[in-house]
């Protein structure tokens, strides 16, 4: 059952990283930027050992994913369409 639960979670990281290459131009290098902060911001958090960080680590990975893509999506399609209407409201 241990294998399952990490081949599980080998994909689901596996899965985001792909999901934020496919979709580059609409936000994807937000959710490497946001992994990476994610990643870099829970290593030197509470841990015993360095397994304890490493998985504390790979869990704010998997959170700052999404969270960096939802924002490099508002970046990249939503601020250009927003500044797009803004500046060609009618007369």
Not at 44 to 60: C, F, H
Not at 74 to 89: F, H, I, K, Q, S
């Amino acid at each position: 059952m241990i294998g399952l639960r990490a081949l599980f979670t080998f994909g689901v990281f596996a899965g985001m990283i792909a999901l934020c290459v496919v979709g580059w131009n609409y936000g994807g290098v937000g959710g490497l930027i946001g992994g990476a902060l994610g990643f870099l911001l829970r290593l030197p958090g509470r841990g015993l050992d360095w397994g304890e960080r490493l998985g504390n680590a790979y869990v704010g990975a998997l959170m700052g994913m999404p969270i960096g893509f939802l924002i490099g999506g508002v970046w990249m399609v939503g601020l250009p369409a927003l500044v797009a209407a803004v500046n060609n409201a009618p007369q």
